[in-house]
């Protein structure tokens, strides 16, 4: 398997940058074809200078992108110029597309994720407030705010939910363009997060070709939510694959979480080669997709 990283020691300390740290070694450790990339075109120009230093394979081999979430149009051009090289990224653009954009994905998950509208502007709010009542929770169409805290991403009025709107249609790298309305549902938790906001009880999986590889609890630190029966576990991993079929995204990380009435729900879903890793064994997980796309 090769990999693209776009890893480097310049960049800003944060989780995200240790994950990517961690998943570069570990691809080294288990002996994958690792290729460095920029993480923008700003000095190369184009994704083509960018994989200038990788040789032509003869036949196609699996190839992975590790990195940051990127803007649609690079993960395209980045896609197209891995294939001239012989290399094919495991989820093509679109499927990239379908498996983040929360808007792409939802109509595939209803009835399997909490019922949500997309807008577009601060005029749609009064109608979505209307459809869904208060309160409601308010994210973009990759990614919420929820890192500043609770306020941030649930609105208990209309004045709330213009704040939090206006704010994430500024984030292009949250929203492009879309802010996503859900109706607010209550997870199981015995924590809050220091912003406050509930930990509530959530798994990651990862998926491929609808095949299960790792889960592991979303949350870092101890917490007795994380320990799941065998009941629970089924419950979890077969709506986790149910999601992905749907989808039909080959690698996909699906976020599945407990509402206090027990029942499981599907939160999101990621491109698997852009999602954090949780408390996923990252060796573990990726020994497993190394055998995996090695098999055909």
Known sequence: ??????????????????????????????????????????????????????????????????????ELYRYKA??????????????????????LEFDLFYPLLKGLTPESIVIHSINECAKAGDLLGFPVFIKGAIQSAKRLGWESCVANNYEDFVRISKYLLT???????????????NLRHNRLAPNGL?????????????????????????????????????????????????????????????????EWIVIETADAQFAGFSQIPVIELWNKLKDITLEG
């Open 1 to 70: 398997m090769i990999v693209l990283s776009e890893s480097s020691e310049q960049i800003k300390p944060s989780a995200s940058s240790r994950d990517l740290k961690i998943v570069t070694e570990t691809a080294l450790l288990l002996g994958c074809q690792l290729y460095y990339i920029p993480q923008d075109f700003e000095r190369c120009g184009t994704a083509e200078n960018a994989l200038y230093h990788i040789p032509k394979y003869p036949q196609y081999a699996a190839g992975i992108w590790v990195g940051y979430i990127p």
């Open 78 to 99: 980045i896609y197209n110029a891995a294939t001239a090289k012989g290399i094919k990224l495991l989820n093509t653009p679109w499927q990239h597309q379908t498996a």
């Open 171 to 185: 984030l292009k790298y949250c929203s492009r363009g879309r802010v996503i309305v859900r109706k607010l549902v």
């Open 198 to 262: 509930p930990m509530g009880r959530e798994f990651r999986v990862f998926i491929y070709n609808h095949r299960v590889l790792k889960y592991g609890y979303y949350w870092e630190g101890r917490d007795d939510l994380s320990k799941l029966s065998l009941e629970e576990e089924n419950a979890v991993l077969n709506l986790a694959v149910l999601a992905s079929e749907r989808l039909n995204v080959p690698y996909v990380a699906i976020d599945i979480g407990q509402l206090e009435s027990g």
